[in-house]
T-cell receptor
Framework: SQQGEEDPQALSIQEGENATMNCSYK?????LQWYRQNSGRGLVHLIL?????REKHSGRLRVTLDTSKKSSSLLITASRAADTASYFC???????????FGKGTLLTVNP | DTAVSQTPKYLVTQMGNDKSIKCEQN?????MYWYKQDSKKFLKIMFS???????INETVPNRFSPKSPDKAHLNLHINSLELGDSAVYFC????????????FGSGTRLTVV
């Protein structure tokens, strides 16, 4: 069954602006991951945050995790046209470490 | 070097046929997966093998059968293809429980006509 729900479903911004995507989930997790998928391509792992972490940075990416609210956010700063893609959150949990994906946010960065 | 490679990239076939998709990873990971992405881009896990042992087997029709000859390979065989099987199938690998992300292949777009 689906675990994560991303919000918004679609986001359109201008180059240079920041983009924020949110993810909510339902059950306990080991970690939460964010992936990017360019049109017609495979998924690329961006960043992983463990359940005992609250914030993590990687380049222009900032991820937060609030386990009490079962939610996470992905912030992309100073966006570029090349950031145009679908972004998925995924939660890993259970004894078999199953990775369950949300429906994704389609981000469009206009030049 | 391609980390996770799937073949074929595109597959067009008629209803009722049997087809296979192959996947290989050269990352030394111990776990491999098959995911299905539908037309709305929803990704659903189908199977997972850890060191050739099936550890995740979601509710998929038994026309779908995974096979893992060794931990670097995970193939997907589909019998009696149906129109609803049309989707993009992704193979992925990871080192289970190590807290790292998955590495995905580029996908196989299956079209059943």
């Amino acid at each position: 069954s689906q675990q994560g729900e991303e919000d918004p479903q679609a986001l359109s911004i201008q180059e240079g602006e920041n983009a924020t995507m949110n993810c909510s989930y339902k059950t306990s997790i080991n970690n939460l991951q964010w992936y990017r998928q360019n049109s017609g391509r495979g998924l690329v792992h961006l960043i992983l945050i463990r359940s005992n972490e609250r914030e993590k940075h990687s380049g222009r990416l900032r991820v937060t995790l609030d386990t009490s609210k079962k939610s996470s956010s992905l912030l992309i700063t100073a966006s570029r046209a090349a950031d145009t893609a679908s972004y998925f959150c995924a939660t890993e949990g259970g004894s078999n470490y199953k990775l369950t994906f949300g429906k994704g946010t389609l981000l469009t960065v206009n030049p | 070097d391609t980390a996770v490679s799937q073949t074929p990239k595109y597959l067009v076939t008629q209803m009722g046929n049997d087809k296979s998709i192959k996947c290989e990873q050269n990352l030394g990971h111990d776990t491999m997966y098959w995911y299905k992405q539908d037309s709305k881009k929803f990704l659903k896990i189908m199977f997972s093998y850890n060191n050739k042992e099936l550890i995740i087997n979601e509710t998929v029709p038994n026309r779908f059968s995974p096979k893992s000859p060794d931990k670097a390979h995970l193939n997907l065989h589909i019998n009696s293809l149906e129109l609803g099987d049309s989707a993009v199938y992704f193979c992925a690998s990871s080192q289970l429980g190590q807290g790292y992300g998955y590495t995905f292949g580029s996908g196989t777009r299956l079209t059943v006509v």
